[in-house]
T-cell receptor
Framework: DAGVTQSPTHLIKTRGQQVTLRCSPK?????VSWYQQALGQGPQFIFQ???????QRGNFPDRFSGHQFPNYSSELNVNALLLGDSALYLC?????????????FGPGTRLTVT | DAKTTQPPSMDCAEGRAANLPCNHS???????VYWYRQIHSQGPQYIIH???NNETNEMASLIITEDRKSSTLILPHATLRDTAVYYC??????????????FGKGTKLSVKP
């Protein structure tokens, strides 16, 4: 049973560019959340998708957008990249009917903005 | 902002119990205490959660004080593989559409031979 997978593992972009990160949830999961983790900090919640809609959003600008597909996989898009967007981007999945709401995290995508 | 306070770092000898404290003095009656850990270069991993009773699973034990203002995560026999950053999180327990995780900086646990 594959866990949460993310692609790519590493990415280097230039300021002003746009980037798309991808996430496949754990089998049986229908809800995907995205987190940003700067170096030395804990992960910060970006947004969550369920039934192909954004259900919750953290304190992130509109440059951060996402999408969820019918197969529950998800994309995170970041426009007009800034140096401060350099971070580890984590995807987490869960099943909405799970009472424990344990989130399963992927290994992350390391984004470097130069 | 995170609603928990944890020491930034702790050391533990291999084979001994690791006791990681967490203060959550503003916790409300319907908020649970969750613990996750993050081993270097990996995503966070769920460990355990509880409301007011002590909980135990194959990874750890969670002791919550009677007033629920603090808790302790216990790794009974720490190994070198338990070296990680441990996060204590309080959150509401809803379905998947609410209550996402708010991480602080956690406690960096170093298990030494």
């Amino acid at each position: 049973d594959a866990g949460v997978t993310q692609s790519p593992t590493h990415l280097i972009k230039t300021r002003g560019q746009q980037v798309t990160l991808r996430c496949s949830p754990k089998s049986g999961h229908d809800t995907v959340s995205w987190y940003q983790q700067a170096l030395g900090q804990g992960p910060q919640f970006i947004f969550q998708y369920y039934e192909e809609e954004e259900r919750q959003r953290g304190n992130f600008p509109d440059r951060f957008s996402g999408h969820q597909f019918p197969n529950y996989s998800s994309e995170l898009n970041v426009n007009a990249l800034l140096l401060g967007d350099s971070a580890l981007y984590l995807c987490a999945s869960t099943y909405i009917g799970d009472n424990s709401y344990e989130q399963y995290f992927g290994p992350g995508t390391r984004l470097t903005v130069t | 902002d995170a609603k928990t306070t944890q020491p930034p770092s702790m050391d533990c000898a291999e084979g001994r119990a690791a006791n990681l404290p967490c203060n959550h003095s503003t916790i409300s009656g319907n908020e649970y205490v969750y613990w996750y850990r993050q081993i270097h270069s990996q995503g966070p991993q769920y460990i355990i959660h509880g409301l007011k009773n002590n909980e135990t699973n194959e990874m750890a034990s969670l002791i919550i004080t009677e007033d629920r203002k603090s808790s302790t995560l216990i790794l009974p026999h720490a190994t070198l593989r338990d070296t990680a950053v441990y996060y204590c999180i309080v959150r509401l327990l809803y379905g998947g559409s609410q209550g996402n995780l708010i991480f602080g900086k956690g406690t960096k646990l170093s298990v030494k031979p």
